[in-house]
């Protein structure tokens, strides 16, 4: 069961499903001025999805030069005027298929539309070249089970991935149109994945059904008391749930029964 790139999205059942292309503004410039000093300053930042350029803004004010990549044709078109003299080039297209390969060093920050949460995570998780930093402001729940000490299939992949933080809490108040719920910024810092992909492609049958005991859904694997044997061995209850295990318990799990 190899695991490559586009088929997470599907395994991990993670958050974004829904295509809609209503956009949330933020215009508090105390904010945006704060989201683009957790990205860092210098050389390139890349955008994902500037809108009407509000964060753009700030974000021009600390890198040397910032890639916009945009999907609305007519923003895209229109971003370029707001910023006559600056170092900006506006990218007209899908972020999702946006390459990531550049010669340099560069951070990527964006306001990300909530439906594509998961296929963002798992692009700028997998690039070929790895971003130096990404900072997002997604939806606050996402944030809070990426961190959750109860992990999820979403949260082991980017804990796998990245050394993670969560920045400021941005209330839906803050947005025109204010959305449903609120938001928070995600600081990542993508490095090598700290386990493989068949250490991960077990964590993916673990989590075939998330409530159930994990001896259940790894029952096709060994018999309940070689799994009862084996998790008591790694310190791991035999009652255990898959969102009890962190990554280094997968880990050991993988190495006692693979």
Same mark, same amino acid.
């Given at each position: 069961m190899a695991v490559g790139r586009g088929q997470l999205i599907s395994g991990m059942h993670m958050v974004g499903t829904k295509k809609s292309l209503g956009q949330h503004w933020l215009k508090n410039r105390a904010i945006l001025d704060e989201i683009a000093r957790l990205a860092g300053e210098g050389g390139l930042c890349v955008e994902i999805g500037?809108? $009407?350029g509000f964060l753009t803004s700030s974000l021009l004010k600390r890198f040397e030069r910032v890639i916009a990549v945009e999907y609305d044709e007519r923003l895209a078109e229109n971003l370029p005027k707001s910023f006559p003299g600056k170092n900006l080039t506006v990218e007209k297209g899908d972020f999702l298929e946006y390459n990531l390969?550049?010669? %340099? *060093?560069?951070?990527i920050a964006g306001n990300i539309p909530y439906y594509i949460t998961s296929p #963002?995570?798992?692009k700028v998780l997998m690039a070929d070249k790895l971003a130096? *930093?990404?900072v997002l402001l997604m939806q606050k729940e996402v944030v809070e089970r990426i961190l959750d000490e109860k992990e999820t299939v979403l949260s082991l992949f980017v804990k796998n991935r990245a050394e993670v933080a969560a920045g400021l809490v941005v209330t839906r108040e803050e947005f025109t149109p204010p959305p449903k719920v609120d938001s928070q910024v995600l600081v990542l810092e993508p490095h090598a994945p700290e386990v493989g992909e068949p250490v991960f %492609? $077990? #964590?993916?049958r673990a989590f075939r059904a998330p409530r159930k005991k994990l001896i259940h859904n790894l029952s096709d694997l060994r018999s309940r008391e070689e799994l009862i044997q084996v998790l008591e061995k790694i310190g791991v209850s035999p009652l255990a749930r898959p969102g009890d295990l962190h990554l280094n318990n997968y880990y050991d799990l993988y190495c006692a029964i693979m």
């Open positions: 500037p809108g $009407l390969d550049f010669d %340099e *060093k560069y951070v #963002i995570l798992e130096e *930093k990404v %492609e $077990l #964590i993916l």
